[in-house]
C-alpha cells in the first residue's frame, strides 16, 4: 500500500504564500496520479491540482496563475506551492495518491484571513 504524510499548513494573511508537502511512502513505484484536493466545513472536496507520474499537470481553472503543483522524484515528494492566497482559500487541504486503488493524506489545515 501506499501512505501518504501532508504537512505545510498554517496560519497566513490574505495575500500571502503557503508550500504544502505531500510525502509517499511504501509501494511508490506503484503511483500513475497524485493530486491536491481541498474541503471547507459544509462543502463538498474538490480538486485543486493533480500531477502524474510522467509530470502533466492539470489545474481547477480558480487555481492556474496562484497555485503550482510539482514533485520531487528523489524524495517521493508532491508539493502545492501557494501564492496571492485568499481567505476563501481557507480549507484542509488533502493529498490523493492513484494506482491500484487510491490513498488519502489526513490533511493539512489551511487558514487565511482577511
Known amino acids: 500500500q501506499v501512505q501518504l504524510v501532508e504537512s505545510g499548513g498554517g496560519l497566513v494573511q490574505a495575500g500571502g504564500s503557503l508550500r504544502l508537502s505531500c510525502a509517499a511512502s511504501?509501494?511508490?513505484?506503484?503511483?500513475?496520479?497524485m493530486g491536491w484536493y481541498r474541503q471547507a466545513p459544509g462543502k463538498q472536496r474538490e480538486l485543486v491540482a493533480g500531477i502524474t507520474s510522467g509530470g502533466s499537470t492539470n489545474y481547477a481553472g480558480w487555481v492556474k496563475g496562484r497555485f503550482t503543483i510539482s514533485r520531487d522524484a528523489a524524495k517521493n515528494t508532491v508539493y502545492l506551492q501557494m501564492n496571492s492566497l485568499k481567505p476563501e482559500d481557507t480549507a484542509v487541504y488533502y493529498c490523493?495518491?492513484?494506482?491500484?486503488?487510491?490513498?488519502w493524506g489526513q490533511g493539512t489545515q489551511v487558514t487565511v484571513s482577511p
Open positions: 490523493r495518491a492513484l494506482y491500484s486503488r487510491e490513498t
Open positions: 511504501g509501494s511508490i513505484f506503484s503511483i500513475n496520479y
